[in-house]
């Protein structure tokens, strides 16, 4: 019997592939909709279920392995946490997994296909979700899943939602500027958040980014956070902020 948690995960990514328009009989929202389009990136942050661990990365490996295969599915990896703000999680049961699809059009028909497999209920089945959104660059300028990948870099990832319209304004920027002082800083991105709703479809969240920020080494990482968390620029922005996830991460083979 597939886990209740994983029936409505099915349930809802089937509907956002029917419920979104992806229907081609019923696409004139997509037309209108340019977003139906760009590309989106699906991030999922997944806990395996208790003394299931490698039955979830047996069955991920064997869904992924055919997600792969889907034309508009481009890239794909997967992070391990080192750090994360709750202290009562067990990190090593987590795994963040990334997505790159060419449009949120492509994503919704390959989800129509993939749900209803037995390799998808399997790998559903496995884990209790933490985090799940499918993502846009605020910037509008393509993000190359490549630049986080590479072994050794740490990466963090975190989806906030502003306390109020201003939060990702002048604070964020003073924040992101001060990061450049630290050795080690690569790059951030931000991105919007879309979120699967009760029936299926993905909707803008409102006032909710996702950022993430690349590190040369967990070392320039362990060396930076003692010195950023207590500064100034950090304390006004996160003042800002509610923080719904957030990881550190090592890229996993």
Do not use: C
């Not at 942050?45 to 792969?68: D, Y």
């Not at 979700?129 to 990466?155: H, R, T, W």
């Not at 800083?185 to 979120?195: D, G, L, N, Q």
């Not at 968390?229 to 800002?240: D, G, H, I, T, V």
């Amino acid at each position: 019997m597939i886990h209740k948690k994983a029936t409505r995960i099915l349930a809802t990514i089937s509907g956002a592939a029917i419920l979104a328009g992806f229907n081609l009989q019923k696409n004139s929202l997509i037309v209108k909709n340019q977003q139906a389009m760009k590309p989106v990136y699906e991030l999922a942050i997944n806990q395996s279920n208790k003394g299931q661990h490698q039955h979830f990365l047996t069955t991920r490996e064997a869904f992924v392995e055919v997600l792969g295969k889907e034309n508009a599915s481009l890239n794909e990896g997967k992070w391990k946490p080192i750090f994360a703000v709750d202290p009562d999680l067990n990190l090593e049961a987590i795994l963040i997994g990334m997505t790159h699809w060419s449009s949120m059009e492509g994503f919704g028909e390959a989800a129509s296909r993939l749900m209803p497999q037995k390799v998808s209920v399997d790998y559903f089945s496995s884990f209790t979700p933490l985090a799940y959104a499918l993502l846009e660059p605020v910037d509008g300028q393509p993000f190359d899943m490549e630049s986080i990948k590479k072994a050794g870099n740490v990466v963090e990832f975190a989806i906030r939602k502003g306390k109020n319209p201003e939060a990702f304004g002048k604070e964020r920027d003073t924040f992101f500027k001060s990061l450049e002082a630290y050795d080690g800083y690569k790059f951030a991105r931000e991105f919007k958040v879309y979120k699967l709703n009760e029936q299926g479809m993905p909707n803008l969240a409102e006032n909710t980014q996702a950022v993430i920020i690349v590190w040369e080494s967990g070392e320039t990482f362990q060396a930076a956070a003692p010195q950023i968390f207590p500064s100034e620029p950090y304390r006004n922005f996160a003042a800002l902020l509610e923080v719904e996830a957030y990881f550190a991460s090592l890229p996993a083979n």
